[in-house]
């Protein structure tokens, strides 16, 4: 398997490339809207071809490059079923496996940060979007998120997988890449290190964060798979990147 | 590939199990007196055999269980050839590939935290031994240790692995399990975030470290591949940890 975590510095997101070494085929999971072209330059670099782009959650901090992706290098857009997108191509759920020749994803339904989140366990690694992130999680005052759900989510199905699974999150602010479950569940301060699931809603209450900036343009936007909105503030437009150019320039 | 990291809480140390998939043969980097039954319950319960214990270099923390498993499961005892110890049965060196079967180490010599220190690639993993920490490294004042080389090696060597390059270390003293090329280039405050050599000399010298509790017993039960020792003071008998017990009780 081709393994590769590839970074966006404006909204800090994480994407992977997820390749068959036999086939070249690839996933590329929570693409960005500004690193369309990165990511089909490294693509093309390791020889490979792009069959899907695959969404953990509807996000609020950045637009997917899905559609864009799919216009130019003719992939296919996955994502939760239970977003019920109508431009998703391949709708995942809980358990049930998305394969790509011999790359196996098992979508994994982690509500909390969004009602529909999935995280995706791909051989021994797990990729978990915006629901556990290293000595974090994501936010849960948004998009039907739930706190007590959100915990019920990462100390019942994240972290009752194997602890050396290796966690990839979907962000990270200070420049770390990769935790595992067993770091998660030690020392992680929101939910590891014996927090109960009240402490837990305590701690995401009592967090004051400001209105995400960018979520009334990013949600409308990725329900449409990547639609960078027409009436975007100037000092956004960096959230949409070079959309004219194509990727050879 | 079979990988489980295996924690010792004495010393702090990770032992690293690596075993072949396909002939359930098995190596152990690093393992430690103190947990030389977990390890060898592991090994069994995996359904594998140990056919290698493996030294990164001359711990002065710990001692190592290789004569141990040697004697009670048979294994043999692989470490750095420029130790030269006598008891080491299959000396390893920089660039020369170890393999037992599927599973191929490549040596890199790491100088710095000791003069004849190995880390070692496998797949797309590296075990940095006491060379690179994460957001750390060992210390250079002992064991023909300098700083200005420990630079060198992780900067010349481990930074020039790809970034995406999984670290594993030897030790961590908060909980942290695993990191990558990419983030210690980024963010390890001695070696990483764009540290000069004269900038890493300066703090190392200035670390005021207590001498090792452990280092003057430790050093020659290693250099006899792990023996405990006879003359060691009470307190520190726990570094020994039951020796006289077979792994079935």
């Known amino acids: 398997m081709i393994f590769r975590q590839l970074f966006e510095g404006i909204s800090s997101t994480y994407t992977y490339l997820i390749a068959s070494e036999e ?6 999971v929570d693409p960005v809207l500004p690193t369309w072209q990165r990511d089909l330059e490294v693509i093309s670099e390791l020889g ?4 899907y782009t695959v969404e953990t959650h509807i996000h609020a901090d950045h637009i997917t490059s899905a559609k864009m992706l799919k216009q130019e290098a003719g992939s296919r857009i996955a994502g939760p079923a239970l977003d019920g997108l109508s431009c998703t191509e391949a ?8 394969t790509v020749d011999d790359i196996g994803l ?9 009602d529909n989140h999935l995280a995706y366990r791909v051989a021994d690694r797990v990729l978990t979007g915006d629901a556990l992130m290293i000595d974090g999680c994501g936010r849960t005052d948004f998009q039907n998120g739930d706190a007590g759900t959100l915990y019920d989510s990462v100390t019942g199905r994240l972290f009752a997988l194997s ?28 939910l590891g290190s014996g927090k109960t699931r009240s402490e837990f809603i305590e701690i995401m209450n009592d967090l004051n964060l400001p209105y995400p ?35 050879q320039g």
């Open 23 to 28: 086939t070249g085929r690839a996933l590329l």
């Open 163 to 190: 602890d050396d699974t290796l966690v990839f999150p979907a962000h990270d602010y200070n420049g770390r890449h990769v935790s595992s479950i067993a770091q998660e569940k030690e020392r992680n301060p929101r």
């Open 106 to 114: 098992e979508p994994i339904h982690t509500p909390g940060h969004t």
């Open 91 to 98: 709708p995942l759920a809980d358990g049930i496996p998305f």
């Open 48 to 51: 490979l071809s792009l069959a």
């Open 213 to 247: 900036k960018f979520i009334d343009y990013a949600v409308p936007g990725n329900q449409d798979c990547g639609e960078c909105p027409e009436d975007i503030p100037a000092h956004l437009e960096q959230y949409c990147g070079q959309m004219g150019e194509s990727p």
